[in-house]
């Protein structure tokens, strides 16, 4: 119980690496007119489990990046490098249905790129709405409701990497000090199997370069290991239909100051949208102004 106790305190210790929290002072979320309605009316951001986002290696390109760079991470044959091999590919197998389980809500360092209009709009014209948010201030304005009060997992905002190298730079730094614990401590199965889950955990900051163009934040929700129990939150697991996939999601409350100003897409005329957006706004959203509600740049017709 000793062990379990002082790696517990081991395992908590490693964090997420320093560089995803180079923040801008606003992110900004994309979403569809339904989207931007949820949002008005109910103060809540959408969180969607990761295995079912838009790239389809998420949750697997940490993965595969360790595995074709293992002797990279782990130079000398040992039986912790062997086990660590099983256990990427045991993850690698279930990742859909492991209980480990990461929500994350998507934003972008660009308030106004066609690119995104495409991506998140969800409707034909790209038609939808950017939505302003102070990103120093988003982790601790986000309420979840956490099954244990004395135990909450984190909630993490930080940008995407999209290098390989920079990703392969901090993986090494993580492996490494899994290594020095297990040349301590022994165990090398049950080091090599968390190592993996942590990983996972920064893996969630990883993207593939191809999209870069996103220029992503993320904010997400981190699990946090007491004994051998991962705790994580009780907001109710509901589901969205997208091209015929049912996609889990959570739907966790905000506070209102915390969003700072609503873009509107191109093709939308902007002095009508911009009313109805002061109107659906007012109740909960009455600091917003009208400089705060702008017009796309992006001079396309449809």
């Known amino acids: 119980m000793d062990f379990i106790q002082e790696f517990c305190k081991f395992y908590n210790a490693i964090g997420i690496n320093e560089k995803i929290y180079e923040l801008p002072e606003y992110v900004y979320h994309y979403t569809s007119s339904g989207g ?26 940490v993965l595969s990046l360790c595995k074709k760079n293992i002797d990279f991470l782990i130079p000398e044959e040992s039986q912790f490098k062997t086990r660590f091999l099983y256990h990427l590919d045991a993850k690698r197998d279930v990742v859909l249905n492991d209980s480990f389980r990461v929500y994350q809500c998507s934003f972008s360092s660009n308030p106004d790129s066609l690119c995104m209009w495409n991506y998140y709009t969800k409707s034909n014209g790209v038609k939808g709405y950017s939505m302003r948010f102070n990103a120093a ?11 244990r009060e004395d ?9 995407v990497i999209y290098n390989e190298e920079e990703q392969l730079a901090i993986l090494k730094e993580i492996v490494d000090k899994f290594v020095d614990y297990e040349n301590k401590h022994g165990h090398y199965d049950f080091i090599a199997s968390y190592a993996v889950r942590k990983i996972l955990q920064q893996g969630t900051f990883f993207k593939k370069s191809c999209f870069e163009i996103e220029e992503e934040y993320r904010l997400v929700i981190t699990l946090y ?18 091209n015929d996939i049912f996609i889990p999601y959570v739907d966790i409350n905000f506070e209102s100051d915390v969003l700072t ?31 705060d509600i702008r017009a796309s740049e992006i001079p396309v017709r449809y």
């Open 36 to 61: 931007a309605k949820g949002i008005f009316e109910n103060t809540t951001l959408r969180f969607t489990d990761r295995c079912f986002l838009n790239d389809e290696s998420e949750g697997q390109h």
């Open 137 to 147: 201030e988003l982790p601790g304005k986000v309420l979840p409701e956490y099954e």
């Open 151 to 159: 135990a909450k997992p984190r909630m993490i905002i930080g940008k």
């Open 225 to 242: 290991l007491d004994g051998k129990e991962f705790v994580g939150i009780k907001n109710k697991v509901c589901f969205m239909e997208r």
């Open 261 to 291: 100003g609503v873009t509107i897409s191109p093709t939308l005329d902007s002095e009508t949208t911009r009313l109805s957006i002061k109107l659906i706004s007012q109740k909960k959203f009455s600091h917003l102004k009208d400089d």
